[in-house]
């Protein structure tokens, strides 16, 4: 079926024209429609996709050159600008917001010649790693529907898993792609900072927030990752070209390999299915070295960060509109309102030294390789402000006990890719990170590309 082709293989097929524009779309929408019940999108863009579709097929026809994604069906995130469509935020204090202009990551994509389907669902302002609102109600996760789809970027991880278009725009603001993806079993890049410009945030020059593709496969991402790269006079990150950095080939790439970072517990259907996958790395030619570094103890610095982020933007919305918002948020929000400006300074020291630590790993060592989460997709109904319990032990508070090693890439502007590299005996996948210095993205997907490729695939139970 056409929906269940990625997005290379769609691509290819409709510059062959084996396929329309028009069909693409159409078994797109189609999909989302049989779909429905998993609520992966807020919004869904069939007029005015079908319009575009129908444009596009009179070019398919007499055009000999197409662009990279010409006639593909993409989703954004519902926190990314699309001009003339909404964009809540996964908010009702947004229900009714709609655009002017695209984001610069939705403009990339256009011009390349991919077609909006619609607006994926994300906690509201994407404060927490599960995919729930007052706006929408909750997204499931296709693998386990009592288990969480993870977040921010549930509904765009979902919709790509689903085939409701093969390529999703998420954001990750402190691992808001790859935590859904690791949940749901596909690819997701943060890249480096400044990479793919991301416009919305307030502060550009402290921003943890990252635009960045999801995908089935690992080619899917390189592909959209070299649609969407590119400088931006706009972005304090992205003055002038971006280095371009050759692939290193994995044959003597010396991989650092962090089976635990600090937090308390892992389970250990994650911590062996990781290691396996590190070990399948070295059996292609890569040098593994175990390193060991404390990342679940940046939580509170992390915290700081987002939750005063959060506070800036939405208090005067809290005294007049807290009934309209999770309650989650609000705590988020009444958290954010405590913090002093020492406070916020010394979070900005806490994330300077983090970024000092990963340069002295990438100093000898080409990628820094972990899992993505200590445990798979947890249980529905987590609090994210309590303590989670991972391996039967409780491990703490959310961010330093689940996914303590995503966060610190999104502080020190690290790029990083989450993988699945399997699942557990409860048919939940596992994912690997692969992260790398500064602009080593071509390094990251190519080492990636192998891995995938000498891995057994995992599937969705039918």
């Known amino acids: 079926m056409i929906a269940d082709l990625d997005t290379v293989a769609l691509a290819a097929a409709i510059r062959a024209r084996e396929i329309s524009p028009s069909q693409a779309v159409d078994a797109a929408l189609a999909r989302i429609d049989e779909g429905a019940h998993y609520n992966a999108f807020i919004t869904v863009c069939a007029e005015t996709a079908r319009a575009e579709a129908a444009r596009q097929d009179a070019q398919w026809h007499t055009d000999a050159i197409l662009p990279p994604l010409f006639g593909v069906p993409f989703s954004a995130k519902d926190l990314t600008a699309t001009a003339g469509v909404r964009t809540t935020q996964g908010s009702k204090l947004f229900a009714d917001n709609v655009p002017t202009e695209d984001a610069v990551a939705v403009a990339r994509m256009k011009c390349a010649g991919a077609i909006l389907i619609g607006k994926t669902t994300t906690p509201e302002f994407g404060h927490k790693p599960f995919t729930d609102s007052p706006l929408f109600g909750q997204t499931l996760n296709p693998w386990n529907e009592t288990h969480t789809c993870g977040g921010s970027s549930g509904g765009a991880a979902v919709a790509a898993l689903l085939g409701m278009g093969p390529i999703a725009l998420g954001t990750d603001g402190g691992g808001s792609i790859r935590i859904p993806a690791a ?211 409780d491990a703490g508070t959310l961010r330093g006990a689940w996914y303590p090693f995503t966060y610190p890439m999104n502080v020190t502007g690290h790029p990083a890719l989450s993988m699945p590299c399997g699942v557990t005996a409860a048919h939940l996948p596992v994912a690997l990170q692969i992260a790398g210095p500064w602009h080593s993205e071509p390094t990251i997907l190519a080492t990636a590309a192998a891995l995938e490729a000498a891995l057994p695939p995992i599937r969705l139970r039918s």
Request: net charge neutral; proline share 8%; with cysteine.
């Open 183 to 393: 949940c749901c079993g596909i690819v997701g890049l943060k890249a480096t900072l400044g990479a793919i410009p991301h416009l919305q945030v307030p502060d550009l020059f402290g921003t943890n927030s990252y635009v960045g593709p999801m995908a089935r496969t690992v080619a899917d991402v390189a592909l959209a990752w070299s649609v969407l790269r590119g400088s931006d006079h706009n972005d304090p990150y992205g003055q002038g070209p971006l280095p371009d950095h050759p692939a290193k080939p994995l044959k003597g790439l010396r991989v650092a390999w962090l089976p635990t970072c600090g937090s308390p517990a892992i389970d250990p259907d994650v911590a062996r299915i990781t290691a396996a996958a590190a070990a399948k790395l070295g059996e292609l030619g890569a040098i593994i070295i175990e390193v060991t570094l404390d990342f679940a103890g940046l939580e509170p610095a992390f915290l700081v960060l987002l939750q005063s982020a959060l506070a800036t933007r939405l208090g005067d919305q809290l005294r007049t509109r807290r009934g309209d918002m999770a309650e989650s948020l609000a705590i988020t929000i009444e958290k954010g309102l405590t913090h002093s400006a020492v406070a916020l300074q010394q979070a900005a020291a806490a994330r300077s030294e983090m970024f000092r630590k990963l340069q002295a790993v990438f100093t000898p060592h080409d990628l820094l390789v972990s899992p993505v989460t200590t445990a798979p997709a947890l249980p529905l109904g987590q609090d994210p402000h309590g303590r989670v319990t991972i391996a039967n032990h």
